[in-house]
C-alpha cells in the first residue's frame, strides 16, 4: 500500500463520515468498474467527473472523491479505502483476521478462535473472515496482524520435509 493511499485513509477516517456511505462509495466502485476508469482517465475533464460523482455517490464522501480526482489519485481508490479500513479498525480496537479451514468450526470453536485473538492481540473486537480450502488438508490456517499461525497438515508436512531436508 502507497503512503497515499495511507495519507487518504486516515483522512477519509477522520472526516468521521457514516460506515454505511464509505461502503456504498466502495460497492458502487467495485460493481461499476467502468466508472472507475472515468475517475482515473485524465481524458476526462473534472468537471464531468464530478457531474458523475454528484450523480452517483452518496452525499457526505462526494467532496472526498472530487478531491482524489483533482489531484489524479482516483487509481489508488480501492487502497484507500483499505487505508481508511485499517485505520478504522486501529482506532476501534477491531482485529481483522482470516481463518482457512477444511472443516468449517462449529460455533462453540469459533467462539474460543475469537477469544484466543482477543487476549493475543488485546483487541475488543475480532472481524473473523472464513475461508474453506480443502488443499491444507485438515487442521485450519489464522492471519492476523501480519502474523501465521499454520496447524493445516500441509504445513506441518511442509515443515517436517524441511526438517529431514536439512540434515
Known amino acids: ?3 497515499t493511499a495511507m495519507n487518504y485513509g486516515r ?10 456511505e464509505i461502503l456504498q462509495a466502495e460497492e458502487i466502485l467495485q460493481a461499476v468498474p467502468e466508472l472507475k476508469k472515468v475517475l ?18 452518496p452525499n457526505g464522501i462526494r467532496n472526498f472523491l472530487k478531491v482524489v480526482c483533482r489531484h489524479q489519485e482516483a487509481a489508488l481508490l480501492g487502497e484507500i479505502f483499505e487505508a481508511y479500513r485499517d485505520v478504522y479498525c486501529r ?9 482457512t479451514y477444511v472443516t468449517a468450526p462449529d460455533e462453540r470453536q469459533q467462539a474460543g478462535i ?3 485473538l482477543k487476549r493475543r492481540y488485546q483487541a475488543e473486537t475480532v472481524e473473523l473472515n472464513m475461508e474453506q480450502d480443502n488443499s491444507l488438508m485438515g487442521g485450519f490456517v489464522i492471519r492476523a496482524a ?18 529431514l531436508t536439512r540434515r
Do not use: N, W, Y
Open 1 to 3: 500500500m502507497t503512503e
Open 146 to 163: 501480519g502474523q501465521e499461525t499454520d496447524c493445516s497438515l500441509k504445513g506441518r508436512l511442509a515443515r517436517l520435509e524441511e526438517k
Open 91 to 99: 482506532e476501534h480496537h477491531i482485529l481483522r483476521a482470516r481463518l
Open 40 to 57: 482515473e482517465s485524465p481524458a476526462v475533464k473534472q468537471e464531468q467527473k464530478e457531474k458523475a460523482i454528484d450523480r452517483i455517490f
Open 114 to 116: 475469537t477469544e484466543l
Open 11 to 20: 483522512v477519509l477516517c477522520d472526516l468521521k463520515l457514516p460506515e454505511e
